[in-house]
């Protein structure tokens, strides 16, 4: 048998997809993400099925979709015991296998396949449960910690962190994989997934990379879409971490700095991924070693007046998705593909890369034919969904082929139509168009199909059917021996 390629699966978390260098974004620097697109396939039209941390992590890990693996919405502390998972699989076929950063799956030590995990799903909290926030308590003063500088966890204020670059977890992510990779097993081909908090909230990257982007004098501004009710005047007098339960317009200077600390992280975590290429290159592993890199979600960041996660807009459910060959697999270079993929993509991908048989458990695909450029049938559309989160009324269903994107609100009834090719940002409803009713009704036939068998009643296979229940968990397909609906704090 050949010998097999590593794997190097690198995840972000919060990552909007427009913000790489090589999506075009006018401000922000990130040239090793766009390695690996450049030197291999850049997916343009990557999606997190369930734009919240937990369920699209089970998606990422199971292969399923979520309605699958049964977590369609942000909740915490419920058990899963899926049958199979991506770390699970390549350790059976004899991969050495670490796990870096964070997971945020449950139980929070479980290993869920992984033969090791130094675990930090959080900036904060107690050395048992983080291996951070336990190194970073070792060598420094005992009160810094990583959130000494008080910006909340989950909100959009913006500043400098007081932690130098060496102290941060995108530093010892890289500083961990480093030292795995330099006592690993070199008979054996390894699985490493390296896991970011950033640039998730809180928003305060190292001084420099916030002054890189806090010193510019404008930077791109959120984009309010036709359909989104108006906010003329500045959201005063709301608690910066319950802001993300309601729609905000943000004093300019604050969105300013908001947004320049968002743009700071990911050119911070840029700089990291660089400095593990750099080691792998010196070590020669990268002619061996296939890397995917992807986010869990995107962040809305002020655009149609909404911040954080679990939305079915561009901003929330667009990630990164870039994926490079080693030469080896002869492979071409400079790939972009426009058809949609997902995070259930991510392990049927990295074990068609092994060479290990996919379990039938599983729903996505491997994007391996679309890098190699074979006309190869595809998905019609990548259906995503996501319920509850902040307010019941905005359970949402979502349906996109790439090109257009259809949103269902299944408590409202409400929907949405956007033409992604003209309007990539979705400034515009198509569906105040004159012609709305026949460019919306195949892609409501589309999603009667979709929602035809859940439990819910979302469709009686005729219409869909708003007000049907939406909850975190599809009735009867949690995959668990036991389970807690306690909402998640992040």
């Not at 697109?37 to 941390?53: I, Q």
Request: hydrophobic share 35%.
């Amino acid at each position: 048998m050949s010998k097999r390629c590593n794997i190097l699966l690198i995840l972000t978390d919060q990552q909007r997809g427009d913000c790489l260098g090589i999506e075009g974004h006018p401000v922000l620097q990130t040239p090793h993400m766009d390695s690996i697109g450049g030197n291999g396939a850049y997916f343009r039209r990557g999606y997190s099925e369930s734009p919240t941390c937990i369920p699209a992590r089970r998606t990422l890990m199971s292969g399923q979709a979520p309605a699958v693996h049964g977590m369609v919405g942000m909740v915490g502390g419920v058990p899963w015991d899926p049958p199979h998972t991506l770390a699970g699989e390549l350790t059976r076929a004899g991969y050495q296998s670490e796990m870096i950063g964070k997971l945020h799956l449950f139980p929070s030590r479980k290993r869920y396949g992984f033969e090791r995990m130094r675990r930090a799903d959080a900036t904060r909290g107690g050395a048992a449960a983080n291996d951070y926030t336990a190194w970073l308590d070792g060598p420094g003063p005992k009160d810094q910690w990583a959130m000494a500088h008080g910006v909340t966890p989950n909100g959009w204020i913006g500043r400098a962190s007081h932690l130098p670059e060496t102290q941060t977890h995108s530093f010892w992510v890289v500083s961990q994989a480093i030292d795995f990779l330099e006592k690993r097993d070199p008979d054996a081909p390894f699985f490493l997934n390296i896991s970011f908090i950033d640039p998730h909230p809180p928003f305060s990257p190292p001084q420099f990379f916030y002054d890189r982007y806090a010193s510019k004098h404008s930077l791109p501004e959120p984009v309010i879409g036709d359909w989104a009710p108006p906010l003329d005047a500045v959201t005063l007098g709301v608690d910066p971490e319950t802001m993300l339960n309601r729609r905000a317009h943000l004093h300019p200077e604050a969105m300013h700095y908001c947004r320049a600390a968002y743009y700071g992280l990911i050119n911070h975590v840029d700089s990291q991924v660089g400095r593990l290429f750099q080691y792998m290159r010196d070590r020669g592993l990268m002619n061996d070693t296939f890397t995917l890199f992807t986010a869990d979600h995107g962040e809305m960041l002020g655009d149609h007046h909404m911040f954080s996660k679990a939305r079915p807009f561009e901003g929330s459910a667009r990630v990164p998705f870039l994926a490079r060959a080693p030469k080896s697999m002869g492979f071409p270079t400079g790939v972009q593909v426009d058809l949609p993929v997902g995070l259930q993509d991510v392990m049927p991908t990295l074990l068609d890369v092994a060479g290990v048989t996919l379990p039938d458990s599983a729903t996505g695909r491997s994007v391996l034919p679309l890098m190699r450029v074979e006309r190869v049938e595809w998905r019609d559309a990548l259906h995503g969904e996501h319920s509850k989160k902040y307010f019941d009324e905005e359970s949402t269903h979502y349906l996109t082929d790439g090109h257009v994107k259809y949103v269902w609100y299944s408590q409202t009834g409400q929907e949405l139509l956007f033409d992604l090719d003209a309007d990539p940002q979705e400034r515009h409803n198509v569906l105040l168009d004159s012609d709305a009713e026949t460019r919306v009704s195949p892609w409501r036939d589309r999603l009667i199909q979709q929602l035809r068998d859940r439990p819910e009643g979302f469709t009686d296979g005729t219409r869909l059917i708003p007000g049907q229940p939406h909850e975190y968990l599809v009735p009867g397909r949690n995959i668990a021996k036991e389970a807690s609906t306690r909402t998640a704090s992040r």
